[in-house]
């Protein structure tokens, strides 16, 4: 099974920009869709952005336009980079791997996603 293992939080200003990484241990993320959640303090997992093996991707509404989320399939590695980053982008950041293939569009459930990494804190600070 793919575990995945993100990398790249840390204390950021606002306005300031951040790339957080997602590697796997164990398998090739293959075919299988990667994608981005995020906790908050008291507040539910909320999808960030998925992208397939094919490089569709899919964004939640608080990270379309600032963050982009990209595949590199040599370095098995998925990136999310974040931009014009606010302090309401605090949270722990999770790379998830879906459950079964994705060719179009990746999912933005969580229940579609079976693997998870351990997260990243990522603060931006006011």
């Known amino acids: 099974q793919v575990q995945p293992v993100e990398s790249g939080g840390g204390l950021v200003q606002a306005g300031g920009s951040l790339r957080l990484s997602c590697g796997a241990s164990?398998?090739?993320?293959?075919?299988?869709?990667v994608g981005w959640f995020r906790q908050a303090p008291d507040k539910e997992r909320e999808f960030v952005a998925a992208?397939?093996?094919?490089?569709?991707?899919n964004y939640g509404d608080s990270a379309k336009g600032r963050f982009t989320i990209s595949r590199d399939t040599a370095k098995n590695t998925v990136y999310l980079q974040m931009n014009s980053l606010k302090p309401e982008d605090t949270a722990v950041y999770y790379c998830?791997?879906?459950?079964?293939?994705?060719?179009?569009?990746?999912?933005?459930?969580?229940?579609?996603?079976?693997?998870w990494g351990q997260g990243t804190q990522l603060t931006v600070s006011s």
């Open positions: 998830a791997v879906s459950r079964s293939t994705y060719h179009s569009r990746p999912p933005t459930r969580s229940d579609a996603f079976v693997a």
């Open positions: 164990g398998r090739p993320f293959g075919s299988y869709a």
């Open positions: 992208i397939t093996w094919t490089g569709n991707t």
